[in-house]
């Protein structure tokens, strides 16, 4: 009796797909914590329906001996394919990309592979069954893929190779290191600063002088807001010293500090000394943030609340 090639493959293709679900959910549950519990579990699902479908069409029918070269030949391509395509379903969150072609493929290559290794005549049922089913497959992985691309969260939940971020660590890194040099002159040098929309800066801040000097960073607004709470507290006010911007400063008498700033927008910004009477002597400096962003760079920390 001749199978049913339809059957066969889809049949086939749980199988395989089951066995791979498992295996990645034992090779990889370390990483993938709780994801990997719903993959051995859809694995098992998978394998059984497979194999009891396998089980149900021996029942009638029989092997039939192929040549040990033929075997061969198509069996490497059909485990090329079947590689392919549930590889390509095990790592579908961790590599999108490239999993969108790789499933596709290996439905191609297993139903070559298949039909020609088993003697199946190639009919136009064959012919239809590759093409519909083989646009559905790829379909589906084109549209997994760009949701997964959409929906990072989804995406390398576990499992992948990469070394990724600890929890709890933001790494940034630094484009240049600006060195800024302040004294009792009151006065920045530089007192003006040309950065690019992105860029992350470091900036060593040297106090030449014999008393502290701040260094502080934000817009004219915030700037003249903070100042204001500055000669609150110096008048006795009980004001929390909040430098909303964040990127704020204290530097001692004869020391050096150093702070890294990422410049999210474009615009002017203004560096300032906001211990009272610094301001209002003129120790204040200017920032411009190009409009140019810088490529692959990341956006900044929200510096908003932190106190001084």
């Known amino acids: 009796m ?87 379903l095990q790592h579908f969150p961790d590599s999108p990309e490239r999993s969108a072609w790789v499933v596709p493929t290996g439905f191609v290559l297993s139903v070559i592979a298949l039909a020609i290794g088993n003697d199946f005549h190639w009919r136009r049922s064959i012919t239809a069954y590759l093409l519909a089913v083989g646009a559905l497959v790829t379909g589906a992985s084109y549209g997994t893929g760009q949701w997964l691309l959409a929906h990072p969260e989804w995406a390398a939940g576990g499992g992948g190779h990469g070394h990724g971020e600890a929890k ?88 050096m500090g150093e702070i890294v700033v990422t410049f999210g927008q474009a615009g002017p910004l203004e560096i300032a000394c906001l211990i009272p009477g610094h301001l209002e002597a003129g120790m204040r400096a200017r920032i411009v943030v190009g409009t140019q962003p810088v490529a692959g760079a990341a956006p900044p920390p929200d510096m908003a609340g932190m106190k001084h």
């Open 2 to 88: 001749n199978l049913n090639f339809q059957t066969q493959h889809a049949s086939m293709l749980l199988k395989y797909a089951g066995i791979s679900f498992i295996s990645g959910a034992v090779n990889h549950g370390f990483f993938s914590g709780e994801r990997s519990l719903w993959t051995a579990a859809i694995g098992i699902v998978l394998f059984v329906a497979g194999a009891w479908w396998e089980h149900h069409q021996t029942l009638t029918t029989a092997e039939t001996p192929k040549s040990l070269g033929k075997t061969l030949l198509w069996g490497t391509l059909l485990s090329i394919g079947l590689g392919f395509f549930t590889g390509g």
């Open 168 to 255: 709890g660590l933001v790494a940034q890194v630094v484009g240049r290191s600006i060195t800024v040099h302040m004294d009792d002159t009151m006065r920045f040098m530089p007192d003006k600063i040309d950065v690019q929309m992105g860029e992350t800066v470091r900036f060593v801040v040297h106090n030449g002088g014999a008393v502290a000097h701040e260094f502080v960073l934000g817009t004219d607004q915030e700037i003249a807001a903070h100042a204001e709470l500055m000669r609150q507290i110096a008048a006795g006010k009980d004001v929390a010293h909040d430098h909303g911007g964040g990127a704020a400063l204290n530097v001692p008498a004869g020391a």
